[in-house]
């Protein structure tokens, strides 16, 4: 952490990736925090996510939030090919969450809005980022997650 303050904190630092299908070994990461006002809160991690976030009386958090999304899928003898195949996605989220602390260390969400497809492809697994089986293109859509969180007590918002 740069800077740590009650109502701003600023980081930095690297994410490594061992995947060889990954396009870049190491991703600089930023993050920042402020609270804008006593119950009004900026988050963003820079390159994955910027959010803005209202707490209500009751433990609970209503976001307004952009987001990168990243999935990995498996697949085993995928009719119409042979062998072991991984698809990649990656797209960008926007819309809105909603966040309870249910108990003293449980936290449920929902988040909901429209995605659009930034990539998505299919190889086989442990194949170089160039070998690809598809490339698939998909238009924007709708999406719908819920969330369930365990955060220990010491690290309680």
Sequence with gaps: MIKVGLDERLGIGLIAFIDPSSPTPVLPLVTYYRRIKPRL??????????ALRKQFENESWLSLLTEFNANVLFSSNASPYIGNFQTNIVNLRSGFGYERQ???MLFVGVKGGIQADINTRQQKIYASRNDLVAKIQRKLSPFLSINVALVPTKFKR
């Design 102 to 104: 249910v108990h003293r």
């Design 41 to 50: 809160e900026l988050d963003l991690i820079f390159p994955s996510k910027i």
